[in-house]
């Protein structure tokens, strides 16, 4: 059910999407501005831009606006001195939670994520205090109408994925299937994927994910303050994603 509950994450995420577009699209395009500075502005020989470019796929953002993101990292326009910051800790209930920031203040984000964590009654821990209950995995959410198991099973094991979970009935809702989900370890990733969209599979999402090894459930006030502290960790400008080991 750990792929499931990462859907129903996914789909929250969504919803941000079409909430707060615009500033999705900013953080995007400030991922996409750092990978090009640093590798280049061609995918096929930079593979953290590669993975920017799925974000914003999926972030729907427009080519004309990814392409301009590029350009602007690629060529120099942008004189921002981004740099990549990680905070841990622990959110309410024991949750663990990770949080992955680009920044060119970091006093300013780091204070902005301490008020964060404060407010929810949480505190920071140190560098890599949670981080080892999650490991770094490829994760490819596919459209399961129409899809035949023997065959996605094949063909995905074959690519080099390391698991592929069915979808689950309980995970179904608004009259929406719940998805297959395809796993695989980062150096597999992008051919896992590739080969699953050159199959015709319908790829709903796909990227890049912690995903905890554990899970710890939470209820109640609990649940609800780490939902306004995910929430609040969001619509830091500097935060890219937030990661918890809470179940649903």
Same mark, same amino acid.
């Given at each position: 059910?750990?792929?499931?509950?990462?859907?129903?994450?996914?789909?929250?995420?969504?919803?941000?999407?079409?909430?707060?577009?615009?500033?999705?699209?900013?953080?995007?395009?400030?991922?996409?501005?750092v990978a090009a500075r640093h590798g280049g502005a061609d995918p096929s020989s930079n593979i953290t831009l590669r993975y920017a470019i799925d974000?914003?796929?999926?972030?729907?953002?427009p080519r004309d606006t990814i392409e301009r993101a590029i350009r602007k990292g690629a060529g120099g326009e942008d004189t921002s001195n981004y740099e990549s910051v990680r905070y841990e800790g622990y959110a309410p209930g024991g949750v663990a939670i990770v949080v992955d920031a680009l920044t060119d203040n970091r006093t300013r984000t780091a204070a902005d994520v301490r008020l964060a964590f404060s407010d929810a009654g949480s505190s920071l821990g140190t560098s890599g205090c949670v981080s080892y209950? !999650?490991?770094?995995?490829?994760?490819? !959410?596919?459209?399961?109408?129409?899809?035949?198991?023997?065959?996605?099973?094949?063909?995905?094991?074959?690519?080099?994925?390391?698991?592929?979970?069915?979808?689950?009935?309980?995970?179904?809702?608004?009259?929406?299937?719940?998805?297959?989900l395809v796993s695989a370890t980062v150096p597999n990733y992008l051919r896992v994927r590739e080969a699953l969209e050159r199959a015709g599979y319908t790829v709903l999402q796909a990227g890049l994910e912690l995903v905890p090894q554990t899970r710890v459930e939470v209820s109640g006030t609990q649940a609800t303050a780490l939902a306004e502290l995910v929430e609040a960790l969001e619509e830091l400008d500097d935060v890219q994603k937030v990661y918890t080991n809470a179940a649903e």
């Open positions: 059910m750990a792929g499931h509950n990462k859907w129903s994450k996914i789909k929250h995420r969504k919803a941000v999407v079409d909430k707060r577009r615009g500033k999705v699209w900013t953080k995007v395009s400030k991922a996409l501005i974000e914003a796929r999926y972030a729907n953002m209950l !999650f490991e770094l995995l490829g994760q490819v !959410f596919i459209e399961s109408e129409g899809v035949i198991e023997d065959s996605l099973l094949s063909l995905a094991l074959d690519a080099g994925a390391s698991d592929v979970e069915p979808p689950a009935a309980s995970a179904q809702d608004d009259n929406e299937a719940a998805p297959w």
